[in-house]
């Protein structure tokens, strides 16, 4: 199909310095926890990126020196020459789909504790790093600012030499040195880089200056700017310095890539901000400029991001997360297809692969982060090698991907489930305060399955061995899910808790399906993820008193991860519900919950009329024992009926037993790994 013509704008090649890119779609570092540890990973995912039409490509933060060392997170890095091939893989892997690539080099600062490499951390004044490491940056002299300056050039001439068209000057997110001596909020110092806003930036105009001068007659220089960083008058603003400071560099960079910083207020989750809610931040920075500006807003809407280009704010469409959900966005847009978008949902699953250290996955795009190890890529998928049948059983999250998948593939697929609507735990989930965009994840299946022809759906039809038998498929999959357990056993009670006979205990299941306490009530969470808090914030929002009690440190701990857990607590407590710390729950019974702390054992008998207990889920897998104790044949499990757990790992599920069906097995290891090679061996005795 041909584009539609409302959407040629954004099809317009663009201009940046010396380079031009072929159209206006544009894909923003980001992390990807593949980096320098699984090279081949991070270069196939990035080429996937172009072949999808991303007209630029960039990577996530590459480290220049040794004493910015961001480990154990596992960004880029071009220390030295030897780690130019990672890159030039990269760049030709995107040069052959007509993409440019863009390098975002970096020195970490005050962020890295330098845990690998052992330098002493450096910033513009004396201070702790950020990192709860006990080691402290130290002020840098001038001499370590004519190093670092030194090491910016090198290491541009290196990004040059591995094929990079644009080459980044990182001052965003208080991630980089760059910003810690531009922002109030990290530089003190009282010589000719601190006190005013001429003097804060001095180090990022030389190193503008600098990479200008080494790499710029044939790569353009992109600035990567936080206009705003949520600080107040702590920091900088968007109507303060933060505009002072595009005036002053205006026609310095190729190109002005903005955002606000940090890091979670420029990825918030769709939980606490609406797609393009960094618009009034950055709405000005065209009008001081008349070099070309990316920002990004989580866009995936052709609409919204024709009229940022014809409103003049925006000349390019930056997206990290909408690429990850679909690498193919552009591309869809291109041959008219803008329903096959498989829209992001704002969970942040992506940014915890990086926060855990291991490689990125995608709660929408299952393919993510698999594309060289497994060989998955987002649109192509094998056909099947046989006409046969199969049955899935169970319409949420796993069972719906295996349905669109292996119908992509050609089966002849039955998708049942007994509810009325498809989407299985989704169904409530999306319901929940802040998560109706996490839907995206069902209506982009729905729509998927819709269109072909060879998958059927059955909705209000539960099934038994005997339907499932009747129903005569070659192959049965029973995605029946997980529901949440009422005993208490969990992380931090191995064995069910005392629950005296008349306690209120209520699960989030039942919530979710209306059920409500009856007077005062604490929300038990030792599952530390989003429902805890999202359960004590409705039963807030609902008009009754919570007290959220959890054996963590924080509030929904693991969202950390997700870069969502201070405005979880925050909002909780804003909202006046009781929060109890490093708590555990030992007892219920009629009336109370009685709570140990989990240092000193210190009881508390807490006056409520019902418990929440959000502790663990357990397979709903009757359906899968009774037919495996039959013996049917060709019978599997997916989702969280073989292991509860995210959505993202339900979908994951599905996707891997669609690929994996009819092909042979791939043993212990199914996956390609890549292994260091061994350097030769020293001698150590004439080493000493
Ligand atoms: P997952 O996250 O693994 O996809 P969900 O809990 O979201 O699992 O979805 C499981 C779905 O299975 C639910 O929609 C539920 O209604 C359905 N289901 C469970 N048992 C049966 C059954 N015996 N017959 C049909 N559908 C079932
Ligand atoms: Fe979007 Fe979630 Fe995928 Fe990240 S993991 S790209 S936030 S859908």
């Known amino acids: 199909m041909a584009r539609d013509p409302r959407y040629d704008v954004l099809f317009e090649p663009v201009k940046i310095g010396p380079v031009t890119a072929k159209n206006r779609f544009y894909q923003v570092p980001h992390c990807n926890g593949m980096g320098r540890s699984y090279p081949s990973s991070m270069a196939e995912m990035r080429r996937v990126k172009a072949e999808g039409g991303w007209a630029v490509v960039t990577t996530e933060e590459v480290e220049i020196h040794p004493s910015g060392d961001h480990s154990p997170w596992m960004g880029g890095r071009l220390w030295d020459d030897r780690d130019i091939p990672v890159f030039a893989r990269m760049c030709d892997a995107v040069h052959a789909h007509g ?49 670092l300056r030194r090491w910016h050039r090198e290491a541009a001439v290196r990004a040059r030499d591995a094929g990079f068209d644009i080459i980044y000057v990182y001052a965003g997110h208080q991630l980089s040195t760059i910003s810690h001596f531009l922002s109030p909020y990290r530089n003190r110092r009282s010589d000719a880089y601190g006190g005013s806003l001429e003097n804060r930036a001095r180090l990022l105009r030389e190193v503008l200056e600098d990479t200008r001068d080494a790499v710029g007659d044939t790569c353009a220089i992109a600035l990567r700017f936080s206009v705003d960083e949520l600080k107040g008058p702590d920091g900088i603003t968007s109507d303060g310095e933060g505009r002072d400071l595009v005036e002053m560099l205006a026609e310095l960079p190729d190109l002005w890539d903005v955002n606000i910083s940090g890091w979670e207020n420029d990825s918030a989750t769709s939980r606490f901000k609406a797609s393009g809610y960094q618009e009034d931040y950055i709405r000005w920075v065209k009008s001081v400029t008349s070099k070309p500006v990316v920002g990004v807003g989580r866009y995936t809407s052709p609409d919204a991001m024709v009229s940022l280009i014809k409103n003049g704010v925006l000349d390019f469409i930056g997206a990290a997360r909408p690429s990850i959900a679909d690498p193919f966005l552009p591309k869809k847009i291109e ?68 349905a669109r998948a292996l119908g992509q593939r050609g089966y002849d697929v039955t ?9 299985g735990r989704l169904r409530s989930e999306r319901l929940l305060p802040g998560l109706a965009e996490w839907g995206r994840v069902v209506d982009y299946r729905t729509w998927q399955i819709s269109q072909m022809a060879n998958v059927e759906t059955f909705a209000s039809s539960d099934m038994t061995e005997q339907s499932v038998r009747e129903f005569g498929a070659d192959h049965v999959v029973v995605s029946t899910g997980a529901h949440w357990t009422r005993d208490g056993i969990g992380r931090e009670n191995p064995h069910a808790i005392n629950i005296i006979d008349g306690s209120n205990i209520l699960t989030p299941d039942d919530v979710m399906a209306g059920q409500r306490p009856s007077g005062p009530v604490t929300v038990f969470d030792d599952d530390h993820y989003y429902m805890g808090g999202l359960i004590a914030e409705l039963l807030s929002k609902d008009g009754f008193d919570v007290t959220l009690v959890t054996p963590s440190t924080h509030v929904s701990e693991w969202a950390h991860n997700t870069l969502e857990q201070h405005r979880i607590q925050a909002r909780l407590m804003g909202m006046g519900v009781k929060v109890m710390l490093s708590h555990n729950l030992i007892a219920v019974a009629p009336g109370t919950a009685t709570v140990a702390c989990g240092y000193t054992n210190a009881t508390t008998v807490l006056e409520v009329e019902s418990t929440v207990l959000v502790t663990m889920r357990s397979p709903v897998d009757g359906l899968y024992q009774v037919l495996s104790k039959a013996s049917l044949p060709n019978l599997a499990r997916i989702g969280d009926c073989l292991g509860p757990s995210t959505i993202a790992a339900a979908v994951y599920s599905g996707h891997r037993f669609a690929r994996e069906l009819g092909e042979p097995e791939m043993g212990n290891v199914p996956f390609r790994r890549e292994l260091p090679a061994l350097a030769p061996v020293i001698d150590s005795e004439r080493q000493l």
């Not at 297809?337 to 995608?362: A, Y």
């Not at 929408?364 to 982060?369: A, E, F, I, K, R």
């Open 99 to 147: 993409a440019l690539a863009g390098c975002e080099l970096n020195h970490a600062g005050v962020m890295a504790a330098n845990r690998y490499s052992r330098d002493v951390p450096l910033a513009p004044s004396h201070i702790p790093v950020a990192m709860p490491d006990p080691v402290q940056a130290r002020a840098m002299d001038l001499s370590d600012i004519h190093d």
């Open 335 to 402: 041959d008219g297809r803008v329903e096959d978008i498989r829209e992001c949902i704002g969970c942040n699953i992506c940014v915890s692969g990086d926060n855990t250290f291991v490689p990125i996955r995608c709660t929408q795009n299952p393919t993510m982060g698999e594309e060289w190890r497994k060989g998955w890529h987002p649109e192509k998928i094998a056909k099947a090698h046989a006409p046969e049948s199969v049955l899935i059983v169970g319409a949420g999250p796993a069972g719906l991907e295996a």
């Open 415 to 423: 998708l049942a489930d007994r509810a009325q609507d498809l989407g």
